[in-house]
């Protein structure tokens, strides 16, 4: 059964081109980890410094076991460009 672990990450003022450099990155990370079955990655319409990244997985197991395969500095940009912390939670897919 995938898994959507989904976060919606704000970025600091002026740092946006910033950020979805920095989650366009990770997102190429991400999908080679195993246990990935993709990212997608969304720009808020109505707020250029609102993101939204979606990893989809195998399981929550597999997610911990990427994020702990990811290289050390995996996150270092997003955390520069952020602007505050990322809010993040676990769903499961009813439709597709």
Known sequence: MTVARIYIIP???GKSAEME???IGLSKLVAKV???EGVELLRDLGNEH???FIEKWVS?????KGLA???ADALDGVQAAA???PDGAYYSYLAA
């Not at 929550?60 to 911990?64: S, Y």
């Open 83 to 85: 602007g505050g912390p």
């Open 11 to 13: 970025a600091a003022d």
């Open 34 to 36: 195993d246990g990935s």
């Open 60 to 64: 929550e197991e597999h997610h911990a």
């Open 21 to 23: 450099s920095a989650l």
């Open 50 to 52: 609102r993101f939204i």
């Open 69 to 71: 395969a990811l290289p």
